[in-house]
């Protein structure tokens, strides 16, 4: 397709991006350490960490990895917690000691939790110990050899460290009890790691960087495989989107989606890393009271989030009364962000919420709408050195005008998915094409708009979910014969879960199924509606027809 595009980009952003500015994701790091060691990176809990002190954290944190037997080069660590100041000196530590990162989902269940760590054969598991019980469950099962646990209140500056430490476990008693026996404390191994040599081995674009899981069309979870490249890609993308009116060393974004998200780690921590910038880390921002509370401390100039944040912020009391002054831009992605509550940003303010389009295997930055522009209900336009087409089944490249699949490419697109040579095969073509399973149209102004989804992925704020995934736990279910699972459209989380089930026992209720799958999945997959039917419509040789019952 013609880059018709390029005509509507604001004043200032290239065509193109420079890809040799850095040659890892370390060469950023160690770039803006030097820079501004005194500034603020993170903060978190009333405790921030400058850049010269997460210089020093990771480096530790590095040398530790290094002295564990038998972990070399490309050695997968897995990272399993909520945004807290441990996060990027774990981040950082990992891809100093030139090993992957495997970003874990705190919330997931024994099984889902079993099977990352196997596919991805993660040999060292950093986790927070409210989360350790589930770890315990299956880490037997696991190539994990190396257990790392921190507590909620590690990095905070005694003696606020064990005031919040005891009313976490003690007092909210938010940490099931657990046992892990050879597990290491995260200030311990700080500790060793700070008497430890590093030896920082030389990195390159083709290096991987993440192992990201996501969902399929098979509905296991598989990993997309980012490198370095990768990511340089898109961090330099985004920062030549939105960094026209930013300033070094002076920005600071509220980071409240999860930093194991692709979205917030390539936005927030990866282009403000770049920027100097501070990041302001939200452990719960599903507490909104506390989350306004917080925002009421800081003159932030950024935020990113998905569209149930940003509605759930703007019905807290409080939120109106904040300073947004030096605000500058607020980011929607994830999920579409729907015009009631993009006027509504608008209005409360004073700033637009601009949507931007993404996904895990484009690390993940695909479209993004200029900054400063009033929402349109499009994904906005291609981002630098990216290339977009509309094709049919046929695989023929469709124009303007005309709706299709979006297919994406550009250096942010994934190597492939880890150890799935026919996955991959599925959305990536030889030359470099991904599928994204999404329909669109392209306007003449180069605008892309979404307008339904080929996949039947269901998106929770901001979540996938994947409905073979949850029908194979449903149909597991005691008094199920059959089953269907559909996204429902939902005013709170964008699109909710519905399954379809067929009895085979007169005695299964709709809360049996609720209860079976709250053992054995992850809370934003849980079915929000149970429906049952005599039948289940399908097509002559069996195949259940999803569309029917959407």
């Not at 589930?134 to 880490?139: C, H, N």
């Not at 921590?269 to 719960?284: E, S, Y």
């Not at 906005?380 to 023929?396: V, W």
């Amino acid at each position: 397709m013609e880059k018709v595009w390029l005509k509507s980009y604001p004043p200032g952003v290239p065509a193109e991006i420079d890809m040799d500015e850095f040659s890892s994701l370390l060469d950023v790091f160690h770039q803006s350490c030097a820079k501004f060691p005194q500034r603020p990176a993170f903060c978190n809990l009333g405790t921030t960490l400058t850049y010269a002190e997460l210089d020093a954290q990771s480096r530790a944190f590095a040398a530790y990895l290094q002295s564990l037997p038998g972990l070399t080069k490309g050695a997968r660590v897995a990272i399993m917690m909520p945004n807290l100041l441990q996060y990027p000196v774990a981040l950082f530590g990992v891809l100093r000691a030139g090993m992957v990162v495997v970003n874990v989902n705190p919330l997931y269940t024994a099984p889902e939790l079993e099977h990352q760590l196997q596919d991805a054969g993660a040999e060292v598991i950093v986790v927070v110990e409210n989360f350790a019980a589930t770890l315990q469950q299956v880490v037997a099962r696991t190539p994990v050899k190396h257990v790392i646990t921190t507590q909620i209140g590690d990095m905070v500056s005694a003696p606020k460290r064990w005031i919040v430490n005891f009313v976490v476990k003690r007092v909210k008693k938010m940490v099931p009890a657990w046992h892990i026996g050879h597990a290491v404390r995260f200030n311990t191994v700080l500790a060793k790691g700070a008497r430890l040599a590093l030896n920082e081995p030389p990195l390159t674009h083709d290096d991987i960087a993440f192992i990201q899981y996501t969902g399929g069309t098979t509905g296991v979870a598989k990993g997309a495989v980012l490198s370095h490249g990768n990511m340089i890609a898109n961090l330099q993308q985004a920062h030549a989107w939105v960094g026209n009116g930013l300033e070094l060393g002076k920005e600071a974004v509220v980071t409240a989606l999860p930093l194991y998200h692709i979205f917030c780690l390539t936005a927030n921590c990866l282009v403000f890393m770049k920027l100097g910038g501070l990041n302001l880390l939200i452990t719960n921002p599903r507490d909104m009271r506390g989350f306004v509370a917080e925002l009421k401390h800081w003159h932030f100039t950024a935020m990113t989030g998905v569209n149930t944040l940003f509605n759930g912020l703007l019905h807290t009391p409080g939120f109106e009364a904040l300073d947004f002054s030096a605000m500058k831009f607020a980011l929607g992605g994830g999920a579409a962000v729907q015009r009631a509550v993009a006027d509504r940003w608008q209005q409360v303010t004073g700033h637009p919420l601009i949507e931007a389009y993404g996904l895990t295997e484009a690390s993940p930055a695909v479209c993004i709408n200029p900054v400063g522009s009033q929402y349109n209900g499009t994904i906005g336009l291609p981002i630098p050195s990216t290339e977009i087409s509309i094709r049919n089944d046929a695989n023929q490249d469709l124009g303007v005008g005309q709706e299709g699949e979006l297919c994406v490419r550009g250096p942010q697109v994934m190597k492939g998915y880890w150890h799935r040579p026919d996955e991959t095969a599925q959305v990536l073509s030889d030359d470099g094409w991904l599928r994204t399973g999404d329909i669109a149209v392209v306007d003449e102004q180069g605008y892309v708009r979404i307008t339904d989804r080929k996949k039947d992925m269901i998106i929770v704020s901001g979540f996938n979910v994947y409905p073979n995934e949850v029908e194979g736990v449903v149909a597991a279910c005691p008094g199920v014969l059959e089953c269907a699972v559909v996204g429902v459209p939902d005013e709170r989380s964008g699109e909710a879960v519905k399954v379809v089930v067929v009895k085979k026992s007169p005695e299964l209720t709709e809360q049996a199924v609720i209860d079976y799958c709250r053992k054995n999945l992850t809370g934003y997959k849980i079915p929000r509606i149970v429906e049952f039917r005599t039948e289940l419509p399908k097509t002559p040789v069996g195949k259940v027809l999803r569309r029917e019952l959407r």
